[in-house]
Nanobody, 127 residues
């Protein structure tokens, strides 16, 4: 599985961005994978942002983004999206999408369970 995240940029506080994650899958179906979003700010550890299950019927978010961020997926296009609204300066980070065959929803926050990672896209929120 190859992933490519894009759509980051510079936005003012209170603004919105939509990140996209394009997947290329060879030996398995895209629906075999849970897709997660993580972010890493300079000098900080990688942080779970949200995840979406194989069908898109279930999403889980970190408390810090709940109510502001929404993930969705289009399996036919092998795309996953992260709509980010009401952005805050503390949301500034490099955002990554990742894919893993994770079936337990309680486990989706663990970055070590994701086997495939995109290259990351920078999101900068100015105050």
């Amino acid at each position: 599985v190859q992933l490519q995240a894009f759509g980051g940029g510079l936005v003012q506080a209170g603004g919105s961005l939509r990140l996209s994650c394009a997947a290329s899958v060879r030996s398995r179906s895209f629906t075999d994978y849970t897709v997660g979003w993580f972010r890493q700010a300079p000098g900080k550890e990688r942080e779970f942002v949200g995840a979406i299950n194989w069908s898109g019927s279930t999403t889980i978010y970190a408390d810090s983004v709940k109510g502001r961020f929404t993930s969705s997926r289009d399996n036919a296009k092998k795309m996953v999206y992260l709509q980010m609204n009401s952005l805050r300066p503390e949301d500034t980070a490099v955002y990554y999408c990742a894919a893993g065959m994770i079936h337990a929803l309680t486990a989706v926050t663990a970055h070590r369970l994701y086997d495939y990672w995109g290259q990351g896209t920078q999101v900068t929120v100015s105050s």
